[in-house]
């Protein structure tokens, strides 16, 4: 890389004949001020470098900055997109971020790096201004773990999370902490884990737990660990276990069981109290045969001929007739005769009453008997 320009030093004024005072540089004047506050942010996997702004009250034009970093004990060399994926020659903004997309790009998080950064105004520059070193594993502040799930179980809740960043196993690894208390009561803390699949048992069913998760983050050949951010507070009900399984389901079906009986009971409390209004309700109203409506619609109608053409003669026929008398002393509580007919099953005795298309035997029979 091109090595920075080296640093001018304004010249000295000649000391004029009959003055004995020197006068000022002579670019004192145009010098830009150098940016100040620096501040790097690394947090998780973010690395960033911001300043405040620098402005020339003579020179409206925008004020454009140069940024450079180096290792221990090498050159500086500016921050373009061949070596570091961003570029921060000439940033118009008060902030490089060189936030790595891959584990392969951004600076070494093993590594000591330092930053510098100076304005620029078309032809007049300032003065560098250098941020402290730092390592990233060392200086970085841990976030909370990510995506957190948890899913209850009997008596139990299972924690599902991921790491606040990636980091390569060769260089350091997440170690995990749960803190956790039932509602209303006292905090517990589980032991580290180093899986991101933490099972919290011995909890009492059907209550509600609420908890937090730390990452601690190691270094795998050093001694040293940066610990992280609580999350957010989290909490769960537990589910039931099978004992409190078994009494529900009884407490169910009991319910079940009750609320039919209540039902049906009165249901059948209503059919008997309105059962002549249920009987009227669902009972169908009397209806008039067909031929009959017909007649009582239009009486010239010969309904009543079809009907006699349409009766088979063998109903109409008798096989005996049969005339009884009683003295005059029992004719008064007994009937004066009595028709018995043997071959249709659906005829009856009649009292009194002769069949139309036997007439004259029946009269002949009557005289007979007289």
Known sequence: MRPPPP????????MLSGFGAAAPPADSLAQLPAPGNLKVHLYNAQQALSWEPVSLDSDPRPVVYQVQYKYTSSNWYDVNKEDSKVDCTNLTRTECDFTANSLSEGFPRRFNISLRVRAKLGGLVSAWATAPWFEHYRNA??????????????????????????????EAYFVYCVYYWEK????????PFRSNFITLNDLKPLRVYCFQVKAELFLTKENISRPGHLSNISCCETAADASVKL?????????????LSVVVGSCLFLVLRYRGLVKHWFHSPPSIPSQIEEYLKDPAQPILDALDKDSSPKDDTWDSVSVVTFPENEQEGSPQSTLNQ??????????GVLCAKEAATCLSGLDGAT
């Open 7 to 14: 640093t001018l030093l304004p010249p000295l004024l000649l």
């Open 141 to 170: 502040t841990i976030g909370p773990p990510e995506n957190i799930r948890v899913t209850p179980e009997e008596g139990s809740l299972i924690i599902r999370l991921s790491a606040p960043f990636d980091v390569p196993a060769t």
């Open 184 to 191: 209303a009561g006292a905090k517990q803390v589980t032991r």
């Open 247 to 259: 009494q529900q389901d009884f407490l169910a079906a009991g319910t079940t069981f009750l609320v």
């Open 342 to 351: 043997s071959a249709g099953p659906s005829h009856q005795p009649t009292e």
